[in-house]
């Protein structure tokens, strides 16, 4: 299947797309954010 921009096929495109409001919460971002650190910590050369 064709890939779409965001690397999805459209089948799947349409399954994750939603028309009502996806904004996330501040906690979900900034625990987002804080795994993201923690991954980047983990990656670093020891």
Not at 18 to 40: C, F, Y
């Amino acid at each position: 299947p064709e890939a779409l921009p965001d690397g999805l096929c459209r089948p799947c495109h349409q399954g994750h797309t939603t028309t009502g409001d996806n904004t996330p919460d501040p906690s979900q971002i900034a625990a987002v954010k804080a795994h993201m650190a923690n991954l980047r910590d983990l990656l670093k050369p020891v």
